[in-house]
């Protein structure tokens, strides 16, 4: 008999097999990857923040969609106001585009497997949410710029907040786990 916690000579330990090689259920198949509900999820989101953009209607003036809204922005030359006014004027003229766009490469990025490294596919999933955060923050910081006087937004105005929140919970399902074996 030994002491505690030694079991005798040629004890493996739990979880060894006959050459005292561990195996545990992970180690013995490797990790693989497939594409999930997570990037079908972020799509659908990015779909109703491409809606919102290029077709539903912000107000019931004239065509009253964003790209109406867009293009008078750039057309007007005024840049008064306070620092919200001007990030909503950033937003209306192009920054809606780009956080669009960039969120959706971040979707594909998180939804998508990718070559197993030091941070996997986590990395890619923080930083899409975060920037898809800050889009639907912005997005809605200029809608309630843009209607805070006594007219109110259509339904459309608010359909990026729920794109990129539908969009964040596809980016934090990411890729999926293939089971072999």
Sequence with gaps: MGYAGHQGPGYQGPGS???GQ????WDSRPDRFGVGAGLA???LGLVLVALNLFAFKWADV????FLDLSSNVRRASGSG????????????GYLAFVLCGVTAVW???SGVPVPRSAFGNNMQRVVGTVIAGVAAVLHTLTVVRVFRGPSAPEIGAWLAVVGYFISIVGMTLGARRIRTG
């Design 107 to 109: 979707a594909v990025l």
């Design 62 to 65: 004239g065509q009253g969609t």
């Design 41 to 43: 999820v972020s799509a």
């Design 81 to 92: 106001g306070d620092t919200a006014d001007k990030l909503a004027r950033a937003y209306i």
């Design 22 to 25: 561990s195996r545990s259920s």
């Design 17 to 19: 097999d006959q050459a």
